[in-house]
């Protein structure tokens, strides 16, 4: 998601506050438009680049989950191949309408005077924004709980059950996405005039949409920092102990690696977003609907945070790519495949041992 790096829609738009047009200074746009130094070239290359990422990564999942027989890792590779097509089909979407934007330059109050395609690309911003932070919070609660109740039953998640879980994560973003539809907030094109996205203006509609997304965002980052600072020490104080110094769990470390890497992709990507939507709707407040239109820093600003989070889909499949134990034997020859967790714990008897090893 993220692309708006375009020339604006046309001026004669500009006011029309109650459709999706109208909510920045289109001459501005213009203006800026012709001192960019981006080009439909550049935003193509960036587009496909983050393309070819996901794909790669996207076969190199399910060519992992064919080998594999762990039910744990079986489940995080399932999230991780949810969070890769979450990313992959965000830009795919996005793209197939801001790129040919970019060679056609059509008109959007002409092309679309009823704001069906603006508000399909601002659905597409949010569905595809909300659903990779989601994603990231849920892997880090069962990587949580299977680290720290790794003999529960209840924490052995088999693949069918991790897929309804992700479609869960993907209804729910839907849900939230359809919201402006459905009468809370709205959609409006953004500057420079290439992109939609909800409106940052004191309504009250606006108003709670951009703090539920908000706040749902920061909740879902937050969420993740305890769940996968909790998981760390866990691991690094078995990874220690003295009756299982010699008995690592790489599986289970190669899953955290690539965990605390998407998290810190997530936090460095989002939070700067996230937070300016918070700071920007709570100081308007007090204007009461009186502003009309948004400030020309704001509208810079924002963009600048949206080509910020496009860089969390183009990231994501890369640290799966370079973080996977066969990438990481080649460059550290030492590390090699030990046991699982059951060799983390003090000796079982005999028959929970039996047990545990069947379930």
Request: proline share 5%.
């Amino acid at each position: 998601m993220g692309w708006g790096d375009m020339e604006p829609h046309n001026g004669s738009t500009t006011g029309r506050s109650d459709t999706c047009f109208g909510v920045f200074n289109a001459s501005d746009g213009r203006n800026n438009a012709q001192n960019s130094i981006t080009s439909p070239w550049f935003s193509t290359a960036f587009g496909l680049i983050g393309l070819c990422s996901n794909l790669f990564a996207l076969c190199v999942l399910l060519s992992s989950s064919r080998k594999l027989s762990s039910r744990a890792r079986s489940s995080f590779l399932v999230f991780l191949c949810g969070l890769v097509v979450t990313d992959f089909m965000g830009l795919l979407v996005t793209a197939s309408v801001i790129i040919p934007y970019h060679f056609i330059k059509f008109a959007w109050a002409e092309v679309d005077p009823n704001c069906h395609l603006c508000n399909f690309l601002g659905f597409s911003m949010v569905f595809f924004g909300q659903c990779p932070l989601l994603l990231g919070a849920t892997m880090a609660g069962e990587r949580f709980f299977g680290i720290n109740h790794p003999f529960s039953r209840s924490t052995n998640i088999s693949k069918r059950r991790a897929w309804s879980i992700v479609g869960l994560v993907w209804g729910f973003s839907c849900l939230l996405g359809l919201l402006p539809v459905l009468g809370l907030g709205r959609y409006t094109l953004q500057f420079p005039g290439s992109w939609c996205f909800f409106t940052l203006l004191p309504d009250t509609g606006d108003v709670i949409f951009c703090l539920l997304f908000a706040l749902l965002g920061i909740f879902s980052v937050l969420l993740s920092f305890i769940f996968n600072t909790v998981s760390v020490v866990t691991l690094c104080r078995v990874y220690h102990d003295r009756e299982s110094v010699q008995r690592r769990r790489d599986s289970e470390v190669e899953m955290m690696v690539q965990l605390v890497g998407i998290m810190i992709i997530a936090t460095i990507c989002w939070m700067p977003l996230l937070i300016f939507i918070v700071q920007t709707v709570l100081q308007q407040l007090p204007a009461s609907g009186q502003i009309q239109m948004l400030p020309t820093e704001t509208q810079k600003m924002l963009l600048i945070y949206i080509r910020m989070v496009t860089w969390n889909q183009i990231l994501d499949p890369w640290v799966y790519i370079l973080f996977r134990r066969a990438v990481l034997q080649r460059v550290y020859p030492s590390l090699r495949p030990r046991p699982s967790i059951l060799s983390l714990y003090p000796v079982l008897n005999p028959s929970l041992r039996r047990k545990l090893t069947a379930d």
